[in-house]
């Protein structure tokens, strides 16, 4: 039996990271993957989603200059773009297991579970190893309700052929909110039902309430306050009700409300690991309570978010204590935050809404950035940028509306994290004209000094 130092139970973000550090300081390490090698980031989200994203982003940036000086008729083939994702992501499997094993993984086809401590067991054949890293990820947490099978999680959405003329989202959460950007801009019938009384409950209340409002003028219609109670097979449309009796017809049904962990059928029980549909305990270095047994990514019991960045952060941090770099407990450096709509939300630390209802603690200033630097900023006037310090003039937080908000949060996400002064700033030079340059100017005279 090959004996291995480190098996990773799953190939995404939360393994493979720490596996290739493995690797490449000589530990002998090995990748069981029962569905697609790289994981749900890789082939089922993130990446397929922003490749479809891609021509939508400037569609929606040519729209801006209609009636000033572009007469646009673009027009985006959902068809055509979704041969082209699943050409260019069909590839990433097979691509990803040679890049894997080059690097000295190797990588084990099949479901796995663990038979004791220091044996993984991938159907049938057993692997005896030092350590073992749980990294199984998530799924759609599909609704238990009648007709519940005449709904499609986001790896089905992700993966459509044809766009559907009218689709009926459950949940206006992540999920929902930046497939719905697509299905709106090709002009299809939108509808959302929200359990909660408002979309992006976790993102600033005046951005959502703005980007809502941009899907309403759009076509959207939003049910607040409605759980979803069944789904309905009517001729070839799907009528859904939600528990007050609300109801709408379309054809085709996404539920996205909300994502649960893969933890069953692991061997966990019988190793005494607790686990819940919310994920894997672990303590502050990342161990369940069987102390060779880890536990990264998406698959952990939480309160940071459950995203691609973090999951391979934990995957470097397991991977240096295995190697004895490292013996600290976990601890995560400020987190952005971004929903890939049109346009772009974005968030940093200290949150908009807490900023605001806490002024002694927190200075808030508001930039009317697309008023303000509408000569640099592609014409989209309605950006809105909120910078968030503190007392003593850090930032500590920041949050944006608008469709380069993924940049601009990076270099925030910078100046936060290394606590930068103003004099720090003023020791840089930028390029320009550049939208980064406006907030570096921004930033300035706000900063502490020195
Ligand atoms: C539609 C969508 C869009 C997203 N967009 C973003 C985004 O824009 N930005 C961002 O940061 N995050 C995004 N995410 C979240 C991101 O995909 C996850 O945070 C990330 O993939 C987590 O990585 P992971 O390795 O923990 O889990 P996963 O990537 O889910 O990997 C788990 C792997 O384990 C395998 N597995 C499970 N059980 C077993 C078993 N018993 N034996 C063998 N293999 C097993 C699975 O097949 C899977 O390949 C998105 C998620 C979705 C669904
Ligand atoms: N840009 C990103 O970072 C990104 C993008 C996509 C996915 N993700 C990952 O996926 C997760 C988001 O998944 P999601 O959008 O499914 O979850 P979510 O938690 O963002 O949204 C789920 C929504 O469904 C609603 N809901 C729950 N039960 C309902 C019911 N019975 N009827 C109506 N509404 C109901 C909830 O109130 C919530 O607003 C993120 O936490 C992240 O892990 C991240």
Redesign the pocket.
């Given at each position: 039996m090959t004996k291995y130092d480190v098996i990773f139970i799953g190939s995404g973000h939360s393994c493979n990271h720490g596996g290739i550090m493995l690797a490449m300081s000589g530990k002998k390490v090995a990748f069981v993957e029962m569905g697609k090698i790289g994981g749900t980031c890789t082939n089922y989200?993130?990446d397929a989603?922003i490749l479809l994203d891609g021509p939508f982003e400037y569609l929606d940036g040519l729209k801006r200059y209609e009636g000033l000086c572009v007469e646009s008729d673009v027009k985006i083939d959902w068809t055509r773009l979704m041969s082209y994702k699943k050409q260019t992501l069909g590839v990433f499997d097979p691509i990803l297991e040679k890049l894997f094993s080059d690097m000295g993984v190797d990588v084990i086809r099949g479901r796995g579970r663990i038979k004791d401590a220091h044996t993984v067991e991938v159907d049938g054949t057993a692997y005896e190893t030092e350590y073992i890293v749980i990294g199984t990820g998530?799924r759609?947490?599909q609704?238990q309700?009648p007709g519940k099978e005449f709904t499609h999680g986001?790896s089905h959405f992700l993966d459509l052929d044809e766009m559907p003329d009218s689709i009926i989202f459950?949940?206006?959460?992540?999920?929902?909110?930046?497939f719905a950007s697509m299905a709106l801009a090709l002009g299809k019938k939108v509808q959302?039902?929200?359990?909660?009384p408002r979309?992006?409950?976790?993102y600033p209340q005046e951005y959502v309430k703005k980007l809502v409002e941009k899907m309403e003028s759009q076509g959207a219609v939003f049910h607040f306050n409605?759980?979803?109670?069944s789904v309905e097979k009517e001729g070839s449309q799907y009528k859904v009700t939600?528990?007050n009796g609300v109801f709408a017809t379309a054809d085709y049904v996404l539920?996205?409300?909300?994502?649960v962990a893969n933890f069953e059928d692991l061997g966990l029980e019988e190793l005494g690991i607790k686990a819940s549909r919310k994920g894997i305990e672990v303590d502050d270095h990342m161990r369940t309570s069987v102390s060779n047994i880890f536990a990264s990514g998406?698959v952990v019991d939480k309160t940071i978010?459950?995203?691609?960045p973090t999951a391979e952060y934990e995957s470097n941090y397991i991977a240096a204590q295995i190697l004895g770099i490292l013996d600290a407990p976990i601890v995560y450096p400020v987190i952005p935050?971004?929903?890939?709509t049109l346009p772009r939300i974005g968030q940093v630390g200290v949150s908009l809404d807490d900023a605001k209802a806490s002024p002694d603690a927190y200075k808030v200033v508001n930039i009317p950035w697309g008023v303000q630097n509408d000569w640099v900023n592609n014409h989209e006037t309605d950006t809105d940028v909120n910078l968030i310090f503190d007392k003593k003039g850090y930032l500590v937080g920041a949050a944006i509306y608008g469709s380069e908000a993924g940049t601009w949060l990076d270099y925030l996400t910078l100046v936060i994290d290394k606590k930068m002064t103003a004099a720090d700033l003023r020791g840089m030079i930028m390029s320009f004209p550049t939208q980064t340059y406006m907030l570096w100017s921004a930033l300035l005279p706000h900063l502490k000094m020195m």
């Open positions: 989200g993130c989603k998530q759609n947490a609704l309700i986001s459950i949940g206006a959460g992540i999920i929902s909110m930046e959302f039902f929200e359990f909660a979309a992006l409950m976790a409605e759980a979803v109670a939600s528990q539920d996205a409300t909300g994502r998406d978010p459950k995203l691609t935050n971004l929903v890939f």
